[in-house]
């Protein structure tokens, strides 16, 4: 299994230009996450969903959108790519929390996106 | 909502001391609790976890203890290796939280020098 993996590694974008970030994983997950992490800031919640078809924002959804066509991926989209959306993005996967458990939400490579 | 704050920001130690990661959390809801460890240039993974029904929870040489009353839980590591250097998060999720969405601390740079 490859579990989590995500497209592409790197990009260097110009402010204005747009594009996708792609994740994927095998694991027949139904929760997929999006997070963004900065130096100090930690891991911040961009966008997350809890099926195939479902989306919702987390805490910086703002320049940001998301699509989950197929429960294997989850697409990060930026219109209108900015300096500040620089940034490492980490996507993550786990399955449902149901009563009682906690599940371990399992991470991709990561993107580095240089936005000039 | 849920607000997580760790210290210190960068920890040094010797190889074979111990180093200890503080996290305090705000929301009295909060019953799950894991610590994830990222070395350089890769991803998180998840090392430990601690549930509110538990305050103490050991894995070789790393232990989570956890305080509900003071609302902050704390990451011990023994007898420190070099391949201990990671950056180290915690992380906190709300009982009343469906989805299992974590809210992050900033992260400790831990550095083991030989």
């Known amino acids: 299994n490859a579990g989590v993996t995500q497209t592409p590694k790197f990009r260097v974008l110009k402010t204005g230009q747009s594009m996708t970030l792609l994740c994927a994983q095998d694991m027949n997950h139904e929760y997929m996450y999006w997070y963004r992490q900065d130096p100090g800031m930690g891991l911040r919640l961009i966008h997350y969903s809890v099926g195939e078809g479902t989306t919702a924002k987390g805490e910086v959804p703002d320049g940001y959108n998301v699509s989950r066509l197929k429960k294997q991926n989850f697409l990060l989209g930026l219109e209108s790519a900015a300096p500040s959306q620089t940034s490492v993005y980490f996507c993550?996967?786990?399955?449902?929390?149901?009563?009682?458990?906690?599940?371990?939400?399992?991470f991709g490579p990561g993107t580095r996106l240089t936005v000039l | 909502g849920e607000n997580v704050e760790q210290h210190p920001s960068t920890l040094s130690v010797q190889e074979g001391d111990s180093a200890v990661i503080k996290c305090t959390y705000s929301?009295?809801?909060?019953?799950?609790f894991p610590w994830y460890k990222q070395e350089l240039g890769k991803r998180p993974q998840l090392i430990i976890d601690i549930r509110s029904n538990v305050g103490e929870k050991k894995d070789q040489r790393i232990a989570v203890t956890l305080n509900k009353t003071a609302k902050h839980f704390s990451l011990h590591i023994t007898e420190t290796q070099p391949e201990d250097s990671a950056v180290y998060f915690c992380a906190a999720t709300s009982k009343g939280d469906s989805w299992g969405k974590l809210q992050f601390g900033a992260g400790t740079q831990v550095v083991v020098t030989p």
């Open positions: 993550a996967s786990s399955t449902p929390r149901v009563s009682g458990s906690y599940n371990e939400q399992f």
């Open positions: 929301d009295s809801a909060s019953n799950y």
